[in-house]
């Protein structure tokens, strides 16, 4: 009886362990808004579609939403452009104060694929850039987000990038505010923007 117990306890354990770790690995940041002590202001240096280097001062007085990820993505990257894609439209007359950029965390194969024409196909909006290996840990790193290769013999290329899920929103002084968790609707992600334009 007192086996069966320490199992059962050992076993309440593990589980608990494993929600723990998926937790922190895959929504480092639960935080939905800024705080004094966590402001800052990410950076990026990265290539668009036309070899152009896109660095965040350029953007400086409009406001961001900022999203990390791949074109072969199942499932997180699709549905979070498909918000962003309805904010867009959304904000009808007030979408000029905002603009939508999506970072590749996989840059080689996405240029091959077509990266601007993928983000084209949700909203002509939104900025596709893919940088260098280097360049991309860098504005990963500012953005403080993380991503990382994995196997994944159900793909065709043998891998899948597992990586934040979040859509960050940067204010017109280069100033992070805010993230969306993943599963953010349009609504209110609009509803928030329109608070601050």
Known sequence: MRLRSLQII??????????????VRWWPATDDTATAD?????????????????????????????FFGFTSCPDV?????????????????AAGSVQPIF???????????????????????ILALAGSEEDTKSAAASFKIF?????DTSSPDGYTMAHSPSLYLIGPDGEWLRQFT????AAEIVSDLLTRL
């Not at 970072?103 to 909006?125: C, N, Q, V, W």
């Open 147 to 151: 991503y990382e290769q994995e196997a």
């Open 38 to 66: 966590s402001a800052f202001m990410p950076t990026f240096a990265l290539a668009d579609s036309e070899g152009r280097m896109r660095t965040t001062a350029e953007f400086r007085g409009k406001f961001l939403l900022v």
């Open 103 to 125: 970072i590749s965390i996989d840059p080689e194969p996405d240029r091959r694929l077509g990266l601007d024409d993928y983000t084209k196909a949700f909203h002509p909006a």
């Open 182 to 185: 993943y599963g953010t609707s």
């Open 10 to 23: 050992l076993w309440i354990a593990a589980t608990a362990a494993v929600i723990t770790f998926l937790a």
């Open 77 to 93: 990257c699709p549905t979070t452009l498909s918000e962003v894609a309805q904010v867009m439209d959304d904000l009808g007359s």
